[in-house]
């Protein structure tokens, strides 16, 4: 088999725009490669290349390109020829995806983390202006004044004001009944004194009868005639 023919059959294949396929033999000879330069058929294979076909019979590593590059590499030898091909990629072409999705990602954290933090400071807001609507009303409640509930979308503020509002109603019912209580004293202490004075008229009227017993004495003669 011609090394052009290798090299035509090694162009065939699927390769990555930035790849390099390399075909080697046993003495870690070059037999083909993609993107060769001009005589490169027939040298020796670069040294990470041959250090890595020394090690292993398939597998991966970090390598670096003829030209320097950092580079993924992977290779395979057959055991039948001892023929070693090996793949290469620069790693830049690998890491720069791996990093814009890693940036796009970090970007899309710091969103939605930004989100949470808007969404929390205006529920902490909304959280804190409801409190001190809930302590105002309390404070109110509490000298006998009525309650301005307010709506809430929060579940727990909405059952507080329900508390404060079920509160209110209780107030105002012992109010009444307090009420009702001193106009029912009142009444009682009324009728008690109107009493009283009935009492103290009705004990006067004897008093002043039998006070003017003796001015009633009338004198007779021995013939029983008033004189």
């Known amino acids: 088999i011609s090394t052009n023919a290798l ?126 609507a809930v302590t105002v009303a309390t404070q109110a409640l509490a000298r006998g004044h009525g309650v301005s509930s307010q709506p809430s979308a929060l579940t727990e503020l909405e059952e507080l004001w329900s508390g404060l509002r079920e509160a209110q109603a209780i107030l105002e019912r012992r109010l009444r009944e307090r009420d009702e209580a001193d106009r029912e004293r009142q009444r009682a202490l009324e009728s008690e004194r109107i009493a009283r004075e009935a009492s103290e008229k009705d004990q006067v ?3 002043v009868t039998l006070s003017s017993i003796a001015d009633a004495v009338l004198a007779t003669d021995p013939s029983g005639r008033v004189t």
Request: glycine share 10%.
């Open 7 to 132: 090299g035509n059959l090694l162009a065939r294949q699927s390769v990555p725009p930035n790849g390099v396929i390399t075909l080697i033999d046993a003495n870690k000879r070059i037999l083909a490669r993609t993107h060769a330069e001009p005589g490169l058929v027939g040298r020796p294979a670069g040294p990470d290349l041959v250090d890595a076909a020394g090690r292993m019979e398939e597998g991966a590593w970090r390598a670096r390109l003829q030209d320097g590059r950092s580079a993924y590499a992977a290779l395979s030898r057959s055991a039948l020829t001892g023929w070693t091909v090996a793949m290469a990629q620069p790693a830049e072409a690998i890491d720069r995806p791996i990093r814009q999705a890693f940036w796009m990602l970090a970007a899309v954290g710091l969103a939605v983390l930004a989100a949470a933090m808007a969404i929390g400071l205006s529920l902490g807001r909304t959280l804190i202006r409801s409190l001190a």
């Open 205 to 207: 009227r004897p008093a």
